[in-house]
T-cell receptor, first 118, second 116 residues
Framework: DTGVSQDPRHKITKRGQNVTFRCDPI?????LYWYRQTLGQGPEFLTY????????KSRLLSDRFSAERPKGSFSTLEIQRTEQGDSAMYLC?????FGQGPFQETQYFGPGTRLLVL | AQTVTQSQPEMSVQEAETVTLSCTYD???????LFWYKQPPSRQMILVIR??????QNATENRFSVNFQKAAKSFSLKISDSQLGDAAMYFC?????????????FGQGTRLTINP
């Protein structure tokens, strides 16, 4: 079990540029989540996948944001035309599906991607 | 919509002492999960302890225990014998049991400092 991994760990970009982040969940987990955390705040939910299906999206996920999980394994989060307000830590988490043991309700987090938009 | 409130932005405790972090939440659901996560500086968030609302017994994990008061919608975390490695941001989180409602709702966090 290698845990949830995210790439890159840090990203600096200029306003208006597009950025893409990758998340690799724990291998046997088929649920994957994206959260955004601004400095000094708790994480806020962005979106959730079960396998390749995107089942829930927050109102925080504007049209400039898109997330995919094409084969039900890794996921990508793309932000188009970045704005300074997009500067935050983007966290990915994964969890097992219902029925896969006592930890099915527990989400395991990756180290995050810290985005700075100049 | 559910909300989670942590009213203590910062707490400090002497090494080896006991500290309690507060968390309250608001929900109309009768069954749900509650969690405490720890986020050390520049490191990833890790689960400290979790509680199923249908269980009356308070969860414990080594030096960590909770005081779950369902009627009061309170879920505090007690850390006994505090260690320097306990210094971190602590987040309380809520999760519904409703199928499809998988997201965690987090509080604002409490920054815990351990004084040697």
């Amino acid at each position: 079990d290698t845990g949830v991994s995210q790439d890159p760990r840090h990203k600096i970009t200029k306003r208006g540029q597009n950025v893409t982040f990758r998340c690799d969940p724990i291998s046997e987990h088929n649920r994957l989540y994206w959260y955004r955390q601004t400095l000094g705040q708790g994480p806020e939910f962005l979106t959730y996948f079960q396998n390749e299906a995107q089942l829930e999206k927050s109102r925080l996920l504007s049209d400039r944001f898109s997330a995919e999980r094409p084969k039900g394994s890794f996921s990508t989060l793309e932000i188009q035309r970045t704005e300074q307000g997009d500067s935050a830590m983007y966290l990915c988490a994964s969890s097992p599906e219902f029925g896969q043991g006592p930890f099915q309700e527990t989400q395991y987090f990756g180290p995050g991607t810290r985005l700075l938009v100049l | 919509a559910q909300t989670v409130t942590q009213s203590q932005p910062e707490m400090s405790v002497q090494e080896a002492e006991t500290v309690t972090l507060s968390c309250t939440y608001d929900t109309s659901e009768s069954d749900y999960y509650l969690f405490w996560y720890k986020q050390p500086p520049s490191r990833q968030m890790i689960l400290v302890i979790r509680q199923e609302a249908y269980k009356q017994q308070n969860a414990t994990e080594n030096r960590f225990s909770v005081n779950f008061q369902k009627a009061a919608k309170s879920f505090s975390l007690k850390i006994s014998d505090s260690q320097l490695g306990d210094a971190a941001m602590y987040f309380c989180a809520y999760r519904s049991v409703i199928q499809g409602a998988q997201k965690l709702v987090f509080g604002q966090g409490t920054r815990l400092t351990i004084n040697p």
